[in-house]
C-alpha cells in the first residue's frame, strides 16, 4: 500500500512537470534543503530567507571558544572594562554593564543555533553603551542590510506637542535609493492605500506595531548601544543627514534600516495629513545585500567566503621575515564611521572613532534638502564652508574627523575658515551632525585655529589620557625598550607619546614599568602614568590670533557626535565658553551635546599586531588569532576631566545648551536648521 502511494506521488510529480511553463524544484535541488543556496546571488531577499540561511548553522565549539578568549583577552587592553560595571553619576542607569561576567555566562550557555550566539555576544557588548568597544562578525552583521521604505522623524508642532512623524520626504528618499524594490512597497500597501506610498509623507504615526511610538523607540535605545546617553539612543531611532566625503546623505535611522534580517513586517497606525480617520496597515521589511559580501553558492561556501578570519583580521608582524602586506586595512575600517583614509595616514595618525555593524550611510540626501548656496574655496571632502550673507554667519559643516589624507583636511580647515572671515563672517556655526570621530590631531587643530594660541591650546588643546598597564601590555613596553621596534612602528613605542608636562618621552623608555593602581567599581585595576599631548607642534603652523570668538561660535548637531568630535565640543564647550546646540529629541529627556569621549580608539587587529610584532604571541595572556571574521573594538587610552581631572570625561555630564525643536519645516534641512541655530543663539 505505502509503495504504491510513493509511487503514484512520483508519477504525478513527473507529470506536473512535463507541463509547459511550470518549473517544479528538482528532487536534486539543492535550494530545496540549502537555504543559503536560496539567497544566494539575489541583491534583494525575504529576510525570513536570510534568517533561514543565518540560523541554519549549528554553533561551532571551538569557534565559540575562540571568539570568546579572544574578545576577554583584547578586553585587558580596554581602559574602561571596570569602570563600565557601574559608571559614575550621570550614567549610573545607563552604564552598568560586567562585559567580562557577561562573556564567562555566554560561555555557559547553550545555544540553538549560530546567530542567537552571536547576537549575545554583540548585545552584551552593546550594553556598554560604548561605540569604541563593541563586537562586529561580518558573517552576519551588515551582511544584509534590513530596509523599509518610512524612514521616521520626530517633530514639534506649533503647540509644543511632540509626535513621532513619517519623513516628509520618505517617498522622494524611497525611490531614489530603493528604485528596484519601490514597486514590491507599493503593491504591498493594503485597499486605498495600494499604490499610494506617496501619500504617507508627513503622517502622524500613531501606534507602532500596537505599541505607541515612543514605547518603540525606547525598546530600540535599550538595545542600540554606541552612547551613554539615552537622549542621543533615542535620536538614533529617527532620521537625519550628514556630511560624508562624496556629498550630502540621509541617514535613514534605526526604526527604517537595521544591520540583521531579524524583523519581516511592521504595523503603523497612523494618521495622514488631510485625514480625520486613523488606518492600520503592514509594511514588510527588504534585505538587501551588502556591496562587501563575497559571493557563495551553497550553506558551505558562504561559510568559507564570509565566515571566516581574513587578511585584516588578527593584524601582522611587522618584524616577520616576510614583510606583511601593509596595505592590507584591518577589518576594522568597515566599521568605522569615518570616510576611507590611507593605510599611511592610519599608520602615522591616532585615531578615536566609533565603530557601528551598519556602515556610514550612502543614501544621498535629497535635492530639495541640500544647502542651495556654493561652499566656499577650502571646502574638502567632509569638511564644506558655507557663508550666510544676510546674517553675516560663517558655517562649517564636518561630518568627521578624518577623510582620505590627513594633510589636506588639515590644509582645508584653516583656509576654509579663513576664507570665511574674509568673506565678513563674525560669527561660526560648526555643524558637526552625526560626526563619529576620526583623527584626534585633527580635533586639537580644530580647536587651535578657531580659538588662537592661548593657554588652553598650547601646548594641550585637548584632554590628558592614561593607557591601561595590565599585564602583557607591559610585557609590550619593556620588550620595546629591549629594542624589539628598531622601525619605530609600534603603538606602544614610547616617542609617540609625552610626560604630563607635554616633555616627549626618551626612546626606549619603559613607560609601563611602575603601573599606577586604582581600585574602580571594587576591582583592582593598574593605569600608565599620565600623558600629555601627541599633537604639537602641528605639521603646519597656525595663525597666532582667533580666527573667531569663541563665544560667538555654536557646535550643533543631533547629540551624535562622538570619539574626536567630542573631544573638540568638550574642550570648546568647557574651555572657551562656546555654546552646544542639539535638535531634535524628546523635550522631557536630557540632551548630550556629545558622548562615547573616550580618547584614543584601537582594535583588535593593531593590538594583536603588536603582540606579535613584539614577539610576545607565546605569552600565556595574549589572545589568540580569530578564526571567525571578528572585530572588537576597544578604547585604548582613556581621556581625563576638564573640570575634575581624577574623573574620565567619559563619566561627566555634557547637556546641551540649547535644544532646537524640529519642525516639518527644518526637518533633516541643513540650511534651515542653521537659520533657527542663529536665532535662538546669536
Not at 495600494?194 to 509623507?201: D, F, V, W
Amino acid at each position: 500500500m505505502l509503495a504504491r502511494s510513493l509511487a503514484s506521488l512520483v508519477t504525478l510529480f513527473l507529470s506536473l512537470s512535463a507541463l509547459p511553463g511550470l518549473a517544479l524544484p528538482s528532487i536534486n535541488d539543492s535550494r530545496v534543503s540549502d537555504p543559503c543556496a536560496t539567497i544566494a546571488g539575489q541583491k534583494w531577499a525575504a529576510p525570513s530567507d536570510v534568517r533561514a540561511c543565518f540560523t541554519s548553522f549549528r554553533v561551532d565549539p571551538v569557534e565559540k571558544a575562540n571568539i570568546l578568549t579572544a574578545s576577554t583577552r583584547i578586553l585587558d587592553f580596554h581602559t574602561s572594562t571596570n569602570y563600565q560595571i557601574r559608571a559614575p553619576q550621570p550614567f549610573t542607569a545607563d552604564v552598568h554593564e560586567d562585559i567580562i561576567r557577561d562573556l564567562q555566562r555566554i560561555n555557559e550557555t547553550e545555544y540553538e543555533n549560530d546567530l542567537d550566539l552571536h547576537i549575545d555576544i554583540s548585545r552584551s557588548f552593546k550594553k556598554l553603551n560604548d561605540g569604541h568597544v563593541v563586537y562586529i562578525n561580518y558573517c552576519y552583521d551588515g551582511l544584509y542590510s534590513n530596509f523599509i521604505p518610512l524612514p521616521l522623524v520626530h517633530l514639534t508642532d506649533k503647540l509644543g506637542f511632540q509626535h513621532v512623524h513619517i519623513a516628509p520626504e520618505a517617498f522622494g528618499v524611497t525611490k531614489a535609493e530603493f528604485h528596484d524594490q519601490i514597486d514590491f512597497w507599493q503593491n504591498a500597501l493594503p485597499g486605498d492605500l495600494k499604490g499610494n506610498l506617496e501619500s504617507l509623507n508627513g503622517a502622524k504615526v500613531l501606534l507602532i506595531d500596537g505599541k505607541l511610538p515612543y514605547v518603540a523607540v525606547d525598546e530600540n535605545a535599550a538595545i542600540t548601544g554606541s552612547f551613554q546617553g539615552l537622549g542621543t539612543r533615542q535620536n538614533s531611532f529617527f532620521s537625519s543627514y550628514s556630511r560624508a566625503a562624496g556629498g550630502w546623505t540621509y541617514v535613514l535611522g534605526q526604526f527604517a534600516s537595521q544591520s540583521l534580517p531579524l524583523s519581516d513586517y511592521v504595523e503603523l497606525t497612523i494618521l495622514r495629513e488631510g485625514k480625520v480617520l486613523p488606518e492600520t496597515f503592514t509594511v514588510p521589511f527588504r534585505s538587501r545585500i551588502s556591496t562587501s559580501a563575497v559571493a557563495w553558492t551553497d550553506s558551505a561556501s558562504f561559510r568559507a567566503k564570509n565566515c571566516k578570519a581574513t587578511a585584516g583580521t588578527n593584524g601582522v608582524d611587522y618584524y616577520a621575515s616576510s614583510p606583511p602586506n601593509t596595505t592590507v586595512q584591518d577589518s576594522t575600517a568597515r566599521a568605522q564611521q569615518q570616510p576611507k583614509i590611507s593605510p599611511d595616514d592610519l599608520r602615522k595618525h591616532p585615531l578615536n572613532v566609533i565603530l557601528d555593524a551598519t556602515p556610514p550611510s550612502d543614501i544621498t540626501l535629497p535635492p530639495e534638502l541640500v544647502p542651495a548656496s556654493p561652499p566656499l574655496g577650502g571646502s574638502y571632502s567632509v569638511a564644506q564652508f558655507y557663508y550666510l550673507n544676510e546674517t553675516q554667519t560663517g558655517v562649517l559643516a564636518l561630518g568627521s574627523f578624518s577623510a582620505a589624507s590627513f594633510a589636506d583636511l588639515q590644509t582645508n580647515l584653516l583656509v576654509g575658515l579663513q576664507n570665511l572671515k574674509a568673506a565678513g563672517a563674525k560669527q561660526l556655526i560648526v555643524d558637526v551632525t552625526n560626526n563619529g570621530g576620526g583623527f584626534i590631531c585633527v580635533a586639537h587643530w580644530l580647536h587651535r585655529i578657531i580659538t588662537g594660541a592661548k593657554s588652553t591650546t598650547e601646548p594641550q588643546a585637548g584632554l590628558y589620557t592614561e593607557a591601561r598597564d595590565q599585564p602583557l601590555a607591559r610585557a609590550i613596553t619593556a620588550a620595546i625598550a629591549n629594542g624589539a621596534d628598531p622601525e619605530f612602528q609600534l603603538l606602544y613605542n614610547p616617542t609617540n607619546w609625552a610626560f604630563g608636562n607635554n616633555s616627549l618621552f626618551p626612546e626606549k623608555y619603559d613607560w609601563l614599568k611602575d603601573p599606577v593602581r586604582k581600585v574602580i567599581n571594587d576591582h583592582e585595576d593598574f593605569f600608565s602614568q599620565k600623558l600629555g599631548q601627541e599633537c604639537q607642534p602641528f605639521s603646519i603652523d597656525p595663525p597666532a590670533e582667533a580666527l573667531f570668538d569663541p563665544k560667538k561660535t555654536v557646535v550643533v548637531s543631533n547629540g551624535r557626535c562622538a570619539s574626536s568630535c567630542s573631544l573638540f565640543s568638550i574642550t570648546m564647550n568647557k574651555l572657551e565658553g562656546t555654546k552646544a546646540v542639539v535638535f531634535g529629541g524628546r523635550n522631557t529627556v536630557k540632551q548630550q551635546y556629545c558622548g562615547t569621549v573616550g580618547g584614543q580608539s584601537t582594535n583588535f587587529a593593531t593590538i594583536n599586531s603588536e603582540i606579535k610584532s613584539a614577539k610576545l604571541k607565546g605569552h600565556s595572556l595574549s589572545p589568540p588569532d580569530f578564526l571567525t571574521n571578528s572585530v572588537v573594538g576597544i578604547t585604548w587610552r582613556l581621556g581625563f576631566g576638564i573640570w575634575n581631572p581624577e574623573q574620565p570625561e567619559e563619566w561627566e555630564d555634557h547637556p546641551a545648551n540649547v535644544h532646537l525643536d524640529l519642525t516639518k519645516e527644518n526637518v533633516n534641512n541643513p540650511l534651515a536648521i542653521w537659520n533657527d541655530v542663529i536665532k535662538a543663539v546669536f
